[in-house]
């Protein structure tokens, strides 16, 4: 809710009489020596203008060239210097930004106030740095100490007259600002506070040519940085773009296989079975980590092929040699799909062979023995026990034990013998359904896959 428009008028009349009063201060406190010397004052005024262009932002806060000129000119000048770099900085940043009339009064108050009041704060607490007399003080670490502490007093203000004026025309909440705006910017202001510290006694020890030189390097830093930040933000939205790219393509499959389920029952849970027993077979087996995603994946989307199927092909009463040819053919139909998907192949062929025999006598290739993909010789295995085993499965299940030693009728000549002992081992440790209840859409992890996916491939 917005204040009235009677306390906003309000508050423009109080910064209109903050900025007049800060105004008319200066005139009565500016001395001649505060402008002294002429290129220290002309390289703050210059860098508070040109400052806005290198002004760095990062997650963690602002690194501000433009707020390093002016902490600088509190320190170095006086007050009356450090508002008119202030007023001028910020007189440029609202006329580029094509600020409203509200915001170009909130800046030229709070950038008149804020450094005219902390420039009065170092000169009551440092003394006058232009007397010879003082440069005991002037070149101590306690005057850098000063700098700094007024600095986080001026930080401090800035927040206070920014955040009013924000409460005031938005009607944002005080302690939402501080969480929001103060706590994220802090970092940031504390590093620009520490390096104009550094400045200001590195200028007061040994002189404007080191004052040039530092702030010299400090433009091509932050001009370094900024071409960095804009690179890795160019990164991040390729990323971005990718992360949506591979959601779209994984995507489809997922709804495929959504669609899939729907029509019959058994499909996700079957799926989600056989992708858990064959990552833990893959394990068992000694397969590296890539291999266990693969066979993994490939147990999830084996049957994916499937989603060409007609109704009557899916559930049937009576199958005829064409419809046999549908069924034979669903090993390719899921490898063309799969395919499709950048960084998928092995997937493909993992699923293309999937009801290849040892023997050779499978399809649709005829391949024996090694010839079979692993991931597919592992896929095999696990989908065979677990349409077995499965109390949803289109026949009556069999007992654990039963289905284990009928795999190991199957070894040698349709399954890979050693990873039919190798899985029976596993359920004998782990249990001999320990996969039944494996639900698909934790299987699937579809976010981590995406992101995976989106990831550019190592060569």
């Known amino acids: 809710m917005y204040t009235p428009k009677l306390t906003r008028r309000l508050y423009w009349a109080v910064e209109v009489l903050l900025l007049a009063g800060t105004v008319g201060a ?30 760095v932002e990062t997650r963690s806060g602002v690194l501000s060239a433009s ?6 000119a509190m320190g170095l000048l006086g007050p009356v210097p450090a508002a008119a770099c202030g007023v001028a900085g910020m007189s440029l940043t ?46 101590s670490v306690t005057f850098g100490l000063i700098v700094f502490a007024v600095f986080i007093v001026t930080v401090g203000l800035n927040f206070v007259l920014v955040a009013l004026d924000n409460r005031i025309e938005d009607g944002r909440s005080l302690a ?27 200028y007061t020890n040994v002189g404007l040519s080191v004052l040039f030189g530092s702030i010299a390097v400090l433009l091509i830093f932050q001009y370094l940085t900024v071409a960095l930040l804009r690179s890795e933000d160019r990164a991040d939205q390729l ?21 899939l389920a729907l029509r019959d029952r ?19 087996a000694g397969c590296d980590e890539d291999e266990q995603d693969l066979a993994h994946t490939a147990g999830l ?60 006598g499978g399809y649709p290739a005829g391949l024996i023995g090694n010839e079979i993909p692993l991931a597919s010789r592992i896929v095999a295995i696990c989908s065979t026990y677990d349409a077995m085993t499965a109390p949803d499965s289109y026949r009556s299940p069999m007992v654990p034990r039963d289905a ?52 550019p491939s190592q060569r």
Request: charged share 20%.
């Open 26 to 55: 200066a005139v009565w406190l500016s001395r001649a020596e505060e402008w002294h010397p002429f290129p220290l004052v002309g390289l703050l005024v210059v860098l508070t203008l040109l400052g806005q262009w290198f002004t």
């Open 94 to 139: 609202s006329a580029v930004r094509h600020s409203p009339l509200s915001h170009w009064l909130n800046n030229l108050s709070t950038f008149a106030v804020v450094p005219f009041t902390g420039g009065l704060m170092v000169r009551a607490l440092a003394g006058d740095v232009h007397d010879p007399r003082n440069q005991h003080m002037t070149q």
């Open 301 to 360: 989307l084996h049957d994916i092929g499937k989603f060409t199927w007609s109704d009557r092909v899916l559930h049937p009463e009576q199958l005829t040699d064409a419809d046999l040819a549908v069924i034979r053919r669903h090993p390719q139909d899921g490898a063309t799909l799969v395919g499709k998907l950048d960084g998928y192949g092995t997937v493909a062929d993992a699923i293309l062979y999937h009801h290849e025999r040892v023997d050779g």
């Open 239 to 259: 990323e971005a773009r990718s992360i949506q790219l591979a959601s779209l393509q994984f995507g489809v499959l997922a709804t495929l296989m959504d669609a």
């Open 176 to 202: 939402r600002q501080v969480r929001d705006l103060f706590f994220p910017m802090l970092p940031g202001q504390l590093a620009t506070g520490a390096l104009a510290t550094i400045l200001a006694v590195t």
């Open 266 to 284: 058994t499909t996700a849970r079957h799926a989600a079975a056989v992708a858990h027993y064959a990552k833990a077979l893959a394990t068992e």
């Open 404 to 455: 284990m030693g009928e795999l190991r009728k199957l070894a040698g000549r349709q399954l890979d013998g050693e990873l039919v002992e190798s899985f029976i081992a596993l359920l004998e440790r782990e249990g001999s359904t320990f996969a039944e209840s494996a639900d698909f859409e934790t299987e699937l992890a579809f976010e981590q896959r995406v992101r995976k996916m989106a990831q």
């Open 67 to 72: 707020l390093v000129a002016i902490v600088l």
